[in-house]
């Protein structure tokens, strides 16, 4: 198969007939629309970007658009068919505006060589959309955090108190060199989409690779079904014209020629056009890979980023457990009484009780800076297992903790216009209850003032390299946040025994009742082992 490359109009006229034409009238309105960043919030996000401090996540978000807010509508990143419903709102619209262009043809008839020049410009911002956005969804993955490995407390969880989705997920934590495989795959395919000549090759791979995520996501019901699907769709777009050639090559086993239309440009201008490829291939590849790197390292996205109290990591068995002075034996149907406890060794303590809780069902990703809005130890996960985040005074051997489960979770990824951290919606109520009917204790009566300071540093609590503008700039908002937050919160003074074997813990449940636990350590022998690509710094 050969490809000829014209610059002039004499292809032009043989090849577009009709429906050809209006087909491009409808698919160049419809791409465009998804194509380009119509969401105001995209356009506030990379302007208030501090060029001079980046995160990883300032360019992901650049990357990350398109299949959320736009002028039809807003979609839904969840497990049913309606997430799909802008881009029928958006054809429909093109269909229309592409009949209109259609009858309003009369003055353009003598300029059939324009349509060939828009072809061209439509397949160049289809190829970058692509092509930047699967390269930042590819770098989760070749420094694996995307999909982390199981905590302590997943360990710890039943195999069948974790959801279809979860599972799939960890499946692929457990084995992080296939993960990094995987991203590899994703950001070789979408730099080849930025070089003319290897575009067949990308969006190939990319319709072979993301197709089979969008499988995935519907069998497990997994909740990227939307954004993969887009990938997709814009990787058929540019293999529009291979289609007749591949199948006479490949099918009928015949010569076959593909023609593309490259318009004619001066000096200056493809001067400059591979001066912006170049900044861009060191933007989204040389320097987001450094980013990335940062963030694997020493604050993966997925997990929290405060280390734990190290002489309290590890998995324990509740031998005696008190609440308001009365003790509660083991039995396993005690709808009170902590089963198993685990101490991440980041800031989270896990336990187990028999009694049904409300289900997290996101995929705990998003944009989050704040430890106890990281939920991935927490999503999926059913069975009675708790997460609480947890500050610890190590000088007066005190944990303050709270629930890290909200009735209303953290909107997240901000310009896909989906959210972000900074929209909190759980709000105590007047009543000074939350919505259980419980006593909520605010956020004043949980950390006392005298003891507020030892943890106002919280945004250091990273290596220097990983202190962002964008991590600065959440913290600094992080009191009001806490303020306004409905969580269930408790503390407890801590104890460690027998060189760490047993740990006692003392004080007030998020109930206001007396809690006294004795954990004594158990050496769980898990077959897993993470091996050396493990994200973050915690010793």
């Known amino acids: ?11 032009t006229a043989t090849h577009w007939p009709t429906w050809q034409l209006i087909a491009f009238r409808i698919s160049f309105v419809f791409f465009v629309i998804i194509a380009i960043p119509n969401n105001p919030l995209w356009y506030q996000h990379v302007l208030a970007i501090d ?26 990143f969840g497990y049913r068919l309606e997430g799909y419903s802008i881009w029928v709102n958006t054809f429909g619209f093109a269909v229309l505006a592409g009949l209109l262009w259609t009858a309003s043809t009369r003055v353009f008839k003598s300029r059939r060589t324009a349509y060939n020049t828009l072809f061209y410009w439509l397949n160049v911002i289809v190829r970058y959309r692509a092509g930047l956005g699967i390269i930042g969804f590819g770098f989760t993955k070749v420094f694996p955090v995307q999909m982390p490995y199981p905590s302590l407390g997943i360990l710890d969880t039943d195999y069948g108190d974790i959801t279809a989705q979860k599972i799939f997920w960890l499946s692929f934590g457990i084995v992080p060199w296939y993960q990094v495989f995987a991203g590899i795959l994703e950001v070789s395919a979408g730099t080849m989409l930025l070089f003319r000549k290897t575009v067949p090759i990308g969006a190939a ?15 497990y019901d997994g909740g990227v079904h939307v954004y993969s699907t887009y990938f997709v769709l814009l990787s058929l777009f540019l293999l529009v014209p291979y289609y007749v050639p591949f199948y006479r090559l490949f099918v009928q086993e015949i010569p076959a020629r593909v023609w ?18 170049a900044v861009l291939l060191f933007v989204f590849l040389g320097v987001f890979f450094y980013l990335q790197y940062i963030d ?17 990591r590890g998995h324990y068995q509740v031998t005696t457990f008190r609440l308001n002075g009365a003790t509660h034996p083991f039995d396993p149907n005690d709808s009170i009484r902590w089963q198993s406890v685990a101490f991440e060794k980041w800031s989270t303590l896990t336990y187990t009780v028999n009694r049904p809780l409300q289900l997290d069902l996101s995929n705990g990703g998003g944009d989050p800076k704040r430890d106890v809005n990281r939920t991935f130890e927490l999503s999926g996960v059913a069975g009675g297992r708790r997460a609480f985040h947890y500050y610890a005074d190590t000088q007066n051997q005190t944990l303050y903790l709270e629930d890290k489960y909200k009735l209303i979770p953290d909107q997240r990824n901000i310009t896909a216009g989906d959210g972000g951290d900074g929209g909190v919606r759980n709000y105590l109520q007047e009543s000074g209850l939350d ?19 030892k943890f106002a540093q919280e ?15 959440e913290f600094a908002r ?16 801590y104890t460690a025994q027998q060189q760490g074997g047993r740990v006692i813990l003392e004080g007030i449940d998020e109930n206001r009742d007396s809690l006294y636990v004795v954990l004594d350590r158990v050496d769980k022998h898990v077959k897993l082992r993470p091996g050396k690509l493990v994200a973050g710094e915690y010793d």
């Open 296 to 312: 694997f390292r020493y604050d993966p996205y997925k997990q929290p980023s405060s280390a734990g109290v190290p002489e309290l």
């Open 435 to 453: 919505a259980d009917g419980l006593p909520e204790l605010s956020a004043a009566e949980w950390i006392p003032e005298s003891v507020r300071p």
């Open 205 to 219: 791979l990319l319709v072979g690779a993301l197709g089979a995520i969008v499988v995935v996501n519907f069998a």
């Open 260 to 277: 593309l239309f490259y318009p004619d440009f001066g000096r200056v201008a493809n001067i400059s056009r591979h001066g912006i490829r």
């Open 459 to 473: 945004v250091n609590d990273v290596h220097p390299r990983a202190r962002t503008t964008r991590r600065i700039r």
């Open 478 to 493: 992080a009191d009001t946040l806490a303020e306004q937050e409905v969580r269930r919160r408790f503390v407890v003074r």
């Open 1 to 11: 198969m050969s490809v000829e490359h014209s610059t002039t109009s004499a292809y």
């Open 51 to 76: 060029w001079t401090n980046l995160d990883y996540r300032d360019l992901y978000d650049i990357c990350r658009f398109g299949s959320g807010v736009n002028w039809f509508g807003r979609t839904t």
